[in-house]
Nanobody, 126 residues
């Protein structure tokens, strides 16, 4: 499985951006797709995740209410709609996919995901 992320860019605080990630190859029926981000000098952190079926989404506290993750199974893709962006959202955003079911407590752990995209830069200016 290969993941291709797109949609990053440079914008001002308060703006919106939509990231997309498309998976080539077949993912497991109980897989999870997620977005992580990594700012310079910081560890990679969880942003949001969604299961392949059921549309159950989970968000980091820092983005809840501003970001929305959605999955398009027919396209084997996942999007991240980001609204009201803040300078602290500046980071490289990575999409990820698990190879099997991930329990709730492990959804935010990078080690739960087998496949990773190349990352797309999001820069928010104040």
């Amino acid at each position: 499985v290969q993941l291709q992320a797109s949609g990053g860019g440079l914008l001002q605080a308060g703006g919106s951006l939509r990231l997309s990630c498309t998976a080539s190859g077949r993912t497991a029926s109980d897989s999870v797709m997620a977005w992580f981000r990594q700012a310079p000098g910081k560890e990679r952190e969880f942003v949001a995740s969604i299961r392949r079926f059921g549309d159950t989404a989970y968000y980091a506290d820092s983005v809840r209410g501003r970001f929305t993750i959605s999955r398009h199974n027919a396209k084997n893709a996942v999007d991240l709609q980001m609204n009201n962006l803040k300078p602290e959202d500046t980071a490289v955003y990575y999409c990820a996919a698990s190879s099997r079911r991930v329990i709730l407590s492990q959804l935010s752990a990078p080690g739960s995901y087998t496949y990773w995209g190349q990352g797309t830069q999001v820069t928010v200016s104040s």
